[in-house]
T-cell receptor
Framework: SQTIHQWPATLVQPVGSPLSLECTVEGTSNPNLYWYRQAAGRGLQLLFYSVGIGQISSEVPQNLSASRPQDRQFILSSKKLLLSDSGFYLC?????????????FGPGTRLLVL | QKEVEQNSGPLSVPEGAIASLNCTYSDRGSQSFFWYRQYSGKSPELIMSIYSNGDKEDGRFTAQLNKASQYVSLLIRDSQPSDSATYLCAVRTGNDMRFGAGTRLTVKP
């Protein structure tokens, strides 16, 4: 069965510090991978998605970036965090774009920028 | 702009009652529809998926889809306190998946 991991689970960072969040998927190959952010009491905002190694699409221009160095690894980064970057970061995976394909979420990373 | 709209709630129902959650979407080309449940502080977990018009039942949950009206709903029968959570509606067209802001459901014992 497929499993998705995210770490760290919780992170407190000062404004202006760098960020690196990691997501890995087990039990599947060539998944589509997604990074979402959920601000407190808000909906899910798609940040980046990737359909393959080295392929990144950005949905929202901001100070975040994403990379996919391996098939089942997706990394979210920032060089300098802003207060507005606080939120719940969720990685998700899906096998493809067929109608019946379902999207699954990892456990999430809660980030607080002070 | 492709939109997915949900009533934010909170929706409060007594234990044992039927909870009805509603969602509308703007993209007529949408093909896949999902309901996720999100407990406070946790990530969303999939409850139901539906792809064709009509009803789909899974245990106490029934998803209903009406593509002509661009409307999808989730019914929870015999609601339990453990059903108290935020329910997210998601609509997908190809690789584009959009989420509603969620409806908070409280089931009172």
């Amino acid at each position: 069965s497929q499993t998705i991991h995210q770490w760290p689970a919780t992170l407190v960072q000062p404004v202006g510090s760098p960020l690196s969040l990691e997501c890995t998927v087990e039990g599947t190959s060539n998944p589509n991978l997604y990074w979402y952010r959920q601000a407190a009491g808000r909906g899910l905002q798609l940040l980046f998605y990737s359909v393959g190694i080295g392929q990144i699409s950005s949905e929202v221009p901001q100070n975040l970036s994403a990379s996919r160095p391996q098939d089942r690894q997706f990394i979210l980064s920032s060089k300098k965090l802003l207060l507005s970057d606080s939120g719940f970061y969720l990685c998700a995976w899906r096998l493809g774009e067929r109608v019946q394909e379902t999207q699954y979420f990892g456990p999430g990373t809660r980030l607080l920028v002070l | 702009q492709k939109e997915v709209e949900q009533n934010s709630g909170p929706l409060s129902v007594p234990e044992g009652a039927i909870a009805s959650l509603n969602c509308t979407y703007s993209d007529r080309g949408s093909q896949s529809f999902f309901w996720y449940r999100q407990y406070s502080g946790k990530s969303p977990e999939l409850i139901m998926s539906i792809y064709s018009n009509g009803d789909k039942e899974d245990g106490r949950f029934t998803a209903q889809l009406n593509k002509a009206s661009q409307y999808v709903s989730l019914l929870i029968r015999d609601s339990q306190p453990s059903d108290s959570a935020t329910y997210l509606c998601a609509v997908r067209t190809g690789n584009d998946m959009r989420f509603g802001a969620g409806t908070r459901l409280t089931v009172k014992p």
